[in-house]
């Protein structure tokens, strides 16, 4: 069975500072991948990255940085200077082969609901 | 870009009323889509996947006969509560993947209030 746990419900930072969303994954399958998504107040889900089982590296994308270590199962996600219009749910989500149809299905963490202050 | 559609945005029905919900995806064909509902505060939590031309796969704990899934065509899912009930007002979002592809693209969710 698959499961992804993020077990930050909220962090608080002030603007500029750093921070580190984190996510840790469960999966019996070695063929997967991992995602991470925004969730702003509008409710409409904004992809950020994708990355599959076989890609440990890390990622970069202006602000955003990903840190993928099969090692301890983990995914996690680091804004740096963080601003204001960061505030919004963020999800890390896991998809492995669902065998009954030979496609894939994801699963959703609990969400990490950042604050950022000015 | 890929896009996914969902109509209504917004919906408030009656309580035993029934409400359909589409989900298109306007650029491209998907073999396969996902129904997710997500209750205020909490994740999305996936209900069913639907692949076209079959009967849709329902999570453990989703009554299929309350949430009527119908996947007709490769760009169009439909999802209809049933007897709808205070407790079934919830966000609900849909998915499409492209065909021979591992990627999912969202719809923007459809809000609905059971009165």
């Known amino acids: 069975a698959q499961k992804v746990t993020q077990a930050q419900t909220e962090i608080s930072v002030v603007e500029k500072e750093d921070v580190t969303l984190d996510c840790v994954y469960e999966t019996r399958d070695t063929t997967y991948y991992l995602f991470w998504y925004k969730q702003p107040p509008s409710g409409e889900l904004v992809f950020l990255i994708r990355r599959n089982s076989f890609d440990e590296q890390n990622e970069i994308s202006g602000r955003y940085s990903w840190n993928f270590q099969k090692s301890t199962s983990s995914f996690n996600f680091t804004i740096t200077a963080s601003q204001v219009v960061d505030s919004a749910v963020y999800f890390c989500?896991?998809?492995?082969?669902?065998?009954?149809?030979?496609?894939?299905?994801?699963?959703f963490g609990a969400g990490t609901r950042l604050f950022v202050k000015a | 870009g890929a896009v996914v559609s969902q109509h209504p945005s917004r919906v408030i029905c009656k309580s035993g009323t029934s409400v359909k919900i589409e989900c298109r995806s306007l650029d491209f064909q998907a073999t396969t889509m996902f129904w997710y509902r997500q209750f205020p505060k909490q994740s999305l939590m996936l209900m069913a996947t639907?692949?076209?031309?079959?009967?849709?796969?329902?999570e453990q704990g989703v009554e299929k006969d309350k949430f009527l899934i119908n996947h007709a065509s490769l760009t169009l899912s439909t999802l209809t509560v049933t007897s709808a009930h205070p407790e079934d007002s919830s966000f609900y979002i849909c998915?499409?993947?492209?065909?021979?592809?591992?990627?999912?693209?969202f719809g923007p969710g459809t809000r609905l209030t059971v009165t």
């Open positions: 989500a896991l998809s492995e082969a669902f065998r009954a149809t030979g496609g894939f299905k994801t699963i």
């Open positions: 998915s499409a993947r492209p065909l021979d592809t591992y990627e999912q693209y």
């Open positions: 639907s692949n076209e031309g079959s009967k849709a796969t329902y």
